[in-house]
DNA sequence: AACTAGGAGTTTTTT
DNA sequence: ACTCCTAGTT
């Protein structure tokens, strides 16, 4: 995962006298070395933490003159998290101020070149600071100092907590700090708000209703659990949405509202079965042993304000707790920090309000705001000067944010030059921009390395055009975020063993497991099972884990013969997988299970078979140099399997098999948050797309979208491009649409006029003839809510002309032609055709171009139908 | 029980 | 396009 990291590479930059940090190789070839070097640690519980010092520093002298074994770098923790605009864009920035002498003897953190304001930050003594700044003015700068200069004066690093909002930032600000302290900060509490919140109900056990290896459910987990409960609760969930009921709890439980909460403000249908819903569902997951997401902070907050002595405990134990993000929190957070500083109010948040991008999740921009009512006392901290972008850039930005009317009016200025004007270009689709951006880098990679380029997107479906593009002319690139490896069925598959290894009580992973491979067990036979286990339980007792009950199915107890077979074995491979298990690495465990269970054969004869055990086998890597210190405590006695679980589902780890070497970056823009490249592509600048249509529908999305976008330009320190495009394939289904609205709120000054990137493939566009055919609205009513909306202002006279083959077709048809299309395509909703079999019908929908097009037909006799227009034989009824 | 086709709902963003 | 679920088939 990148991650901003320019800042720590110029920070170390700063002091050529720093420790054994001076010297450095590029940055992803360190990384490189801490992967053989922790490779060591990994299973070796036993060794010392002095000792595990003694190795890091060993790396960092064979650092000094090796270079790594190429492929050595995957899988480092930590090394995902780099920010891939180190080197070459980090390095124009002069260096820091000289420190004195090498701060690792003197503790003195101050080589780092700060503003006053930043200064004063950093040296604020006790009590709540808030760093309330725009983008780019080196709040995680100030967040990092001040957490280094805390350690330099000699407060143990367990001692210190350190809340972020996302893995990568809490990985980046781990990077960060070591690089300024020059040392492991092993022991350091830093992480997500829910990797910390694990980490507090794991230690809490006793305390709790869970024990410490619980499972986390995921959403996919979530739902799959609803589902079943509904239908013991006596709701169809087919009649309620499931993910809908998983929506509203986990919003109650950002709120921290309990099931008795909910019940008492159920306001409408669906609420009134959520708060039936919900009661059971928690009793369900206490039966299996499990959190779901919003748990993990619900159950913490309870913890610390309701049981004795937990809030003191942790207050006791943490003498600081510094929080990033801080506009991003939403009330179960809020409580969270509040209640961990709760002792000392020793707080430190830093954020922007202007880059509140996370309202849909529950985040309230008010937690910050009212930081300073909230906490009496509070040091405030404005910094304004923006040390990241050219001056044109802020001014964009500076521009963009000003149309929120709801925001409290803040200006950034930059001392750096205006640089080069930002560019808006035009093309005609996803693959035109595509190919764009993917010369431009190209292009221009001979000056700079591929670590620089960004391509900043909406949604993570616009990635695949771009991935396209780099692939076709050879561009390495790597992505951030997407959907993750683990969410692959075959590794979630795989995984589910571990689950239920380490929680025999987990439904969830039960069912997956026994599943597949198949081993003659059905649906019917898990149905009786479920009987079973309700048959063993008295009344209002929790029932019996169905793992358990599969170990005695009989076919007496109505389950057929193979059936019961089938589940017995399974459940004795489990038992002899955990008999046989000596130690507790998660590599072992993967192992065993694929062997007993057959996992590798079952896989291999599937359909992408070879692509699957490719998946899984990167699961593997992953789980052998899967380290424990980021989330190691003394007081944490978890297994390595279980934490390497719970990661898993934290998405805090894992990656698909990216590597460290020279790349471009893709990444969402709510991925970004945070980073910086010195050339940032904005892609998707589209009318619906962004802003988002969906995300407009929420009160004030449109003001989050533009804080989005504005997030988007804030991350470009040299060169910002934003592209759009005419026609886009989305949802599996061509649309139009028009420049985004963004694109008008941009400063003409700072714009360098359009550019329309030339034309690839042919969309053409049909009129003239055949309007009247056009059907009245453009559309059919029934169908959805797509039109091809091509007003008459669209279509210029007669666009394209009339195909390559003189062909013409239909009014208001978009024509696609790339270079493997043979099947000019004269089809568009409205149109009537005859079908060979079908008879006649009009098209309601079509899907597809060329070759592949299929089309969705009303017929009359025989009703909806979908044809591939390629081998339906369809003529034009007329 | 296992497989298959068809359909329905999603395709925002993340932990 | 895509995944997941259901219903109907084998
Ligand atoms: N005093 C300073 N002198 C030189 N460079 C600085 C200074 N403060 C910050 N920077 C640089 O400015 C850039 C932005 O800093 P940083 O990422 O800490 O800002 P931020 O406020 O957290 O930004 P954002 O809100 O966009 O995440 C970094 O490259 C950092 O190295």
Same mark, same amino acid.
């Given at each position: 995962m990148g991650v901003r990291e320019s800042d720590q590479e110029r920070d170390r930059r700063a002091g050529p006298g720093w420790g054994p940090d001076r010297d450095l190789p590029p940055r992803s070839e360190r990384s490189a070395f801490r992967v053989s070097g922790t490779r060591h640690r990994t299973g070796d519980p036993s060794r010392a933490p002095g000792q595990d010092l003694q190795h890091r520093r060993h790396d960092q002298e064979a650092w000094l003159g090796r270079r790594p074994v190429p492929g050595a770098a995957h899988h480092r923790r930590h090394a995902r998290w780099l920010h891939p605009s180190r080197g070459l864009g980090a390095g124009r920035e002069l260096p820091d101020r000289t420190p004195a002498s090498p701060s @690792?003897?003197?503790?003195?953190?101050?080589?780092? @070149?700060? #503003?006053?304001?930043?200064?004063?930050?950093?040296?604020?003594?006790?009590?709540?600071?808030?760093?309330? /700044?725009?983008?780019?003015?080196?709040?995680?700068?100030?967040?990092?100092?001040?957490?280094?200069?805390?350690?330099?004066?000699?407060?143990?690093?367990?001692?210190?907590?350190?809340?972020?909002?996302? #893995?990568? /930032?809490?990985?980046?600000?781990?990077?960060?700090?070591?690089?300024?302290?020059?040392?492991?900060?092993?022991?350091?509490?830093?992480? !997500?708000?829910?990797?910390?919140?694990?980490?507090?109900?794991?230690?809490?056990?006793? #305390?709790?209703?869970? !024990?410490?290896?619980?499972?986390?459910?995921?959403?996919?987990?979530?739902?799959?659990?609803?589902?079943?409960?509904?239908? +013991?609760?006596?709701? %169809?969930?087919?009649?309620?949405?499931?993910?809908?009921?998983?929506?509203?709890?986990?919003?109650?439980?950002?709120?921290? &509202?309990?099931?008795? =909460?909910?019940?008492? $403000?159920?306001?409408?249908?669906?609420?009134?079965?959520?708060?039936?819903?919900?009661?059971?569902?928690? @009793?369900?997951?206490?039966?299996?042993?499990?959190? %779901?997401? %919003?748990?993990?902070?619900?159950?913490?907050?309870?913890?610390?304000? !309701?049981? %004795?002595?937990?809030?003191?405990?942790?207050?006791?134990?943490?003498?600081?707790?510094?929080?990033?993000?801080?506009?991003? !929190?939403?009330?179960?957070?809020?409580? &969270?920090?509040?209640?961990?500083?709760?002792?000392?109010? #020793?707080?430190?948040?830093?954020?922007? *309000?202007?880059? /509140?991008?996370?309202?849909? @999740?529950?985040?309230?921009?008010r937690n910050i705001l009212d930081f300073e009512a909230d906490f009496h006392g509070a040091h405030v901290v404005r910094l304004e000067r923006n040390y990241r972008s050219t001056g044109s850039i802020l001014e964009v930005a500076n521009a963009v944010i000003s149309r929120n009317l709801a925001r409290k009016p803040k200006r950034l200025h930059t001392e750096r030059e205006t640089g080069d004007p930002i560019e808006v270009v035009r093309c005609d689709d996803e693959r035109a921009e595509a190919a764009w951006v993917s010369s431009r880098i190209a292009a221009d990679r001979s000056a700079r390395g591929l670590n620089e380029f960004a391509v900043l997107y909406r949604t993570n479906a616009q990635s695949r055009a771009f991935e396209e593009a780099f692939r076709r002319s050879g561009i390495p690139y790597r992505i951030v975020g997407g959907v993750p490896f683990y969410e692959r069925r075959e590794v979630k598959d795989v995984i589910a063993y571990l689950r239920l290894l380490v929680n025999p009580a987990d439904d969830a992973a039960f069912l997956r497991a026994v599943g597949w491979p198949r081993r003659g067990v059905g649906a019917k036979s898990l149905e009786r099972l479920g009987d079973l286990a309700r048959a063993g339980a008295g009344a209002g007792e929790a029932l019996e884990p169905l793992a358990a009950v599969a170990a005695r199915a009989r076919h007496e107890d109505g389950i057929p013969r193979a059936a019961a077979r089938g589940l017995r074995r399974f459940a004795e491979g489990l038992a002899d997988v955990r008999a046989s298990l000596s130690g507790c690495g998660a590599r072992e465990a993967l192992e065993a299970c694929v062997a007993a269970f057959g996992l590798?054969?079952?896989?291999?004869?599937?359909?992408?078979?070879?692509?699957?055990?490719?998946?899984? +086998? $990167?699961?593997?890597?992953?789980?052998?140099?899967? =380290?424990?210190?980021?989330?190691? *405590?003394?007081?944490?006695?978890?297994? *390595?399997?279980?934490?390497?679980?719970?990661?898993? +589902?934290?998405?805090?780890?894992?990656?698909?098999?990216?590597?460290?070497?020279?790349?471009?970056?893709?990444?969402?823009l709510h991925n970004a948050k945070g980073l910086e490249f010195p050339v940032v592509f904005l892609g998707g600048l589209e009318e619906g797309l962004f802003p988002l249509s969906r995300a407009m529908e929420a009160p004030g999305g449109l003001e989050e979208e533009r804080r989005l976008f504005y997030v988007g330009v804030t991350r470009a320190m040299d060169r910002l491009s934003l592209t759009y495009a005419d026609h886009r394939w989305r949802a599996g289904m061509a649309s139009r649409s028009a420049p985004s609205s963004f694109i008008d709120e941009l400063p003409e000054e700072h714009v360098l006029p359009q550019l329309a990137a030339p034309r690839r493939g042919r969309w053409r566009a049909r009129d003239a003839r055949g309007t009247a055919r056009r059907p009245p609205g453009g559309g059919e009513p029934g169908s959805r809510s797509f039109s091809w909306q091509r007003g008459p202002d669209r279509v210029p006279g007669r666009a394209a002309g009339s195909g390559a083959d003189g062909r013409s077709g239909p009014p208001g048809e978009l024509e696609y032609d790339y270079e493997d299309s043979q099947v000019p395509l004269s089809l568009a909703p409205g149109v009537r055709v005859v079908h060979p079999r079908f008879g006649a019908g009009e098209v309601l929908q079509v899907y597809g171009f060329g070759k592949e097009a299929r089309v969705e037909i009303a017929f009359e006799k025989v009703g909806r139908k979908k044809v591939v227009v390629a081998y339906a034989g369809l003529r034009p009824d007329c």
């Open positions: @690792r003897e003197t503790g003195d953190v101050r080589g780092l @070149r700060l #503003n006053p304001e930043q200064r004063d930050a950093v040296e604020h003594g006790e009590g709540p600071l808030l760093v309330l /700044a725009g983008a780019g003015s080196g709040k995680t700068r100030v967040l990092t100092a001040r957490a280094a200069r805390l350690i330099e004066q000699g407060l143990e690093p367990t001692r210190l907590l350190a809340v972020t909002f996302t #893995n990568k /930032a809490a990985g980046e600000m781990r990077e960060r700090i070591e690089g300024l302290i020059g040392r492991s900060t092993r022991g350091l509490w830093i992480g !997500t708000f829910h990797s910390v919140a694990a980490r507090v109900l794991r230690i809490e056990a006793p #305390n709790t209703s869970r !024990t410490r290896a619980f499972t986390i459910y995921d959403e996919d987990d979530s739902i799959r659990t609803l589902r079943d409960v509904m239908e +013991s609760v006596g709701y %169809d969930p087919r009649r309620w949405a499931p993910r809908a009921l998983r929506g509203r709890i986990s919003g109650a439980k950002n709120a921290l &509202m309990g099931p008795a =909460e909910y019940e008492s $403000e159920a306001f409408d249908l669906l609420s009134e079965v959520v708060a039936k819903v919900y009661p059971a569902y928690q @009793r369900e997951l206490e039966r299996r042993n499990a959190y %779901d997401f %919003d748990d993990l902070l619900f159950e913490t907050v309870r913890l610390l304000e !309701t049981v %004795d002595g937990v809030r003191d405990r942790y207050g006791a134990r943490f003498a600081h707790v510094l929080v990033d993000e801080y506009q991003d !929190t939403n009330h179960a957070q809020y409580r &969270m920090v509040k209640a961990l500083a709760s002792k000392h109010g #020793n707080l430190c948040v830093v954020g922007d *309000d202007d880059q /509140a991008v996370y309202g849909w @999740r529950g985040a309230d921009i590798a054969t079952a896989l291999a004869e599937e359909e992408d078979g070879a692509d699957r055990l490719e998946n899984v +086998s $990167e699961l593997f890597a992953a789980a052998e140099v899967f =380290e424990r210190d980021d989330v190691e *405590d003394p007081d944490d006695e978890s297994t *390595d399997l279980e934490l390497f679980l719970q990661s898993v +589902s934290l998405r805090s780890d894992l990656d698909e098999a990216d590597f460290d070497g020279e790349a471009v970056t893709m990444i969402t």
